[in-house]
């Protein structure tokens, strides 16, 4: 099955370059996602992980640092 795409608003069948980079870029975009989701989740266990040795909840440490 052969990607499409829109050129000058005339949808057609990709070029076997054109479909080389957009999948080239596809997995370079996957990768970045699953590199932000992992950067957020390891920000999050640190926060917890800081919360948890001073005995607060998240909401306390909203209340405390005024945000």
């Known amino acids: 099955m052969a990607l499409k795409i ?3 608003g005339t949808d057609r069948d990709m070029t076997p370059d054109e479909e ?3 999948l080239a870029w596809a997995e370079i975009a996957k990768a970045e996602a699953q590199a932000q989701a992992e950067a957020a989740e390891a920000k ?3 926060r917890q992980a800081v919360l ?3 005995g607060l909840t ?3 440490a ?3 640092l005024g945000s």
């Open 6 to 8: 829109n050129d000058n």
């Open 20 to 22: 080389a980079a957009y």
């Open 44 to 46: 999050a266990a640190a």
């Open 52 to 54: 948890d040795k001073l």
């Open 58 to 60: 998240e909401q306390e």
């Open 62 to 64: 909203q209340l405390l």
